[in-house]
Antibody, heavy 120, light 111 residues
Framework: QLQLQQSGPGLVKPSQTLSLTCAIS??????????WNWIRHSPSRGLEWLGR?????????DYAVSVKSRIIINPDTSKNQFSLQLNSVTPEDTAVYYC??????????WGRGTLVTVSS | QSVLTQPPSVSGAPGQRVTISCTGS?????????VHWYQQLPGTAPKLLIY???NRPSGVPDRFSGSKSGTSASLAISGLQAEDEADYYC???????????FGGGTKLTVL
């Protein structure tokens, strides 16, 4: 069954690292046509694309300028999943975080979302 | 402030037709990048509604249609139903930002 299963903590302290994982079922993270993305949604920032990882004979990553200095997205081929690390978080990073597959420019498969609150 | 501009809200009575606009610029919609639309029901993830300006994924009713002209795009919903009440987002790509961009979202209320 084609789906993305997210996991990770819902509460992170300020200045610490937000870590989430997205497990892929029904597709391969090494697909030559898909890219694997993280997107977040907050009332103040709306939907915001954070970055992606994808395989085209080798691995590539792209990140949004707004988080480029703080973000790492890693593929894990052994577990067919990918992860998000966002460092030095502040309350502004409080949002619902989604993982999503992008093919042909659009996001056709989404995880259920994880509400991450940044608070002490 | 979102790169793509949508009206914050639209409304219509059951059976009516509504449209939601998405205005961009020469570096995104006007640069011939595809416009895609998503429907988000409360408490759920966005769902792909229209891709490539006007194409419907399998399972999306033909009451939903999309179009694009110049630096703008539109989503039309005809024969409004109560279940259409949701938030709608447009999405494209911006070459100046080298980034996927979204609209700010439009809340559809079915009266």
């Amino acid at each position: 069954q084609l789906q993305l299963q997210q996991s990770g903590p819902g509460l992170v302290k300020p200045s610490q690292t937000l870590s989430l994982t997205c497990a892929i079922s029904g597709d391969s993270i090494s697909s030559n046509s898909a890219a694997w993305n993280w997107i977040r949604h907050s009332p103040s920032r709306g939907l915001e694309w954070l970055g992606r990882t994808y395989y085209r004979s080798k691995w590539y990553n792209d990140y949004a300028v707004s988080v480029k200095s703080r973000i790492i997205i890693n593929p894990d081929t052994s577990k067919n999943q990918f992860s998000l690390q966002l460092n030095s978080v502040t309350p502004e990073d409080t949002a619902v975080y989604y993982c999503a597959r992008r093919e042909g420019g659009y996001f056709d498969l989404w995880g259920r979302g994880t509400l991450v609150t940044v608070s002490s | 402030q979102s790169v793509l501009t949508q009206p914050p809200s639209v409304s219509g009575a059951p059976g009516q037709r509504v449209t939601i606009s998405c205005t961009g610029s020469s570096s995104n919609i006007g640069a011939n990048y595809g416009v895609h639309w998503y429907q988000q029901l409360p408490g759920t993830a966005p769902k792909l509604l229209i891709y490539g300006n006007s194409n419907r994924p399998s399972g999306v009713p033909d009451r939903f249609s999309g179009s694009k002209s110049g630096t703008s795009a539109s989503l039309a919903i005809s024969g409004l139903q109560a279940e259409d009440e949701a938030d709608y987002y447009c999405q494209s790509y911006d070459s100046s930002l080298s980034s996927v961009v979204f609209g700010g979202g439009t809340k559809l209320t079915v009266l």
